[in-house]
């Protein structure tokens, strides 16, 4: 199988990606300086990744932040054999494994992409410059990991209810665009419950829907 | 049952807390200016709270960050009558409800005190303060962001896994020094399993280390 192939990267002559995309998300989080525009529209690569290519393999040092121009993504871990949905984002989101980049040690998660996906990224080695050349990109970030942190609080939030169904009123309240969207064998794993109790749940809130 | 009393608050000259182990835990992540020093110095406010006693309650806005300087804190929330317990820290650590504080909408979590705990306060207020009068301290929040959001996610992980001992594997991983201090009902309820499947982990686990 081939790897993902980076549109543009190392070609000097390569056509620089549309970052605008990504520009107008951090925009709404926190003013952008033109320095910090600049730095970004010349320094993300554009990736375009088939269907259930990975992303990042557990064991191998997440070293990028992408942003979901168009597709889906999903993290998950492995238990012995069995392999955990531990969270699932479409475009306009950023994705990384926030442990591994943290601490630049092995991933213990892997990044999967479900649909044909436009990404960009941004390196590891990039952001930092970022952080230490343009200080007010700490606040765009600050505010970026104040909004991940709480996302990630919500998802642990329903890893840890008991009750099918409040685990899936829990999901449509936040995640209804993947209700009819992502295939339900992910969901399921991601709401801890087998795809027959999904299926049945899911039986359930539309007919009340119907009602 | 009397409320916990905040140490100086409101009184004006009543002796300020000791605010050195907080600033040396922020120190750790990133150098404090002089004046972030003497801002939180004159801005934290100190609370002894006692044994069981909540510092913030589900429908509640949480308004403060805390820093525990003695003491152990969990965070808990409910499924119907269950009472489901989501974190569990003890000193040197911060908490808050990220989630309320971010949006300021009413708290679904609530924080209690599991042992007597002295605690150090900052208001939501003068943190935004710091961050708008003294943008550098983005740069020390950034960082310990980055360190609490990585936690959420090693939670989510541990709250994911199906396994009871996986689960109690993970939690002497990264939360070793609680094994034998926190009452066990908290720490069951912290790993989704039983307090019967806790005990026989826990057996199974110390005649482990004890061959």
Redesign the interface.
């Known amino acids: 199988m081939k790897q993902p192939e980076p549109l543009g990267a190392g070609k000097e002559h390569a056509p620089a990606p549309n970052a605008t995309p990504l520009l107008t998300v951090l925009n709404y989080f926190h003013p952008l300086t033109p320095e910090m525009g600049d730095f970004l529209k010349k320094n993300v690569t554009g990736l375009s990744v088939r269907k259930r290519k990975l992303l990042l393999k557990e064991g191998n040092r997440c070293d990028h932040v992408y942003f979901i121009v168009k597709g889906a993504v999903r993290g998950f871990?492995r238990?012995?054999q069995?392999d955990?949905t531990?969270w699932i984002v479409v475009e306009n989101e950023l994705v990384s494994s926030?442990?591994s980049l943290?601490?630049q040690e092995p991933s213990?998660?892997n990044i999967q992409v479900l649909e044909n996906t436009e990404l960009l990224a941004l390196s590891n080695a990039n952001l930092q410059k970022m952080?230490e050349m343009m200080?007010?990109f700490?606040?765009v970030?600050?505010k970026l990991?104040?909004?991940?942190?709480?996302d990630?609080?919500?998802?642990?939030?329903i890893?840890?209810?008991?009750?099918a169904e409040?685990k899936y009123r829990h999901f449509l309240l936040h995640h209804d665009p993947l209700a009819n969207r992502i295939p339900l064998k992910y969901i399921a794993s991601y709401l801890?419950m087998t795809l027959e109790t999904l299926s049945r749940v899911r039986k359930k809130f539309s007919s009340k829907v119907g009602t």
Chains 1, 2 share one sequence.
Do not use: D, S, V, W
């Open positions: 871990t238990e012995g069995k955990i531990t926030i442990l943290n601490t213990i998660e952080y200080p007010e700490n606040i970030a600050r990991l104040q909004h991940y942190y709480a990630a609080e919500r998802r642990a939030f890893a840890r209810l008991t009750k409040n801890g």
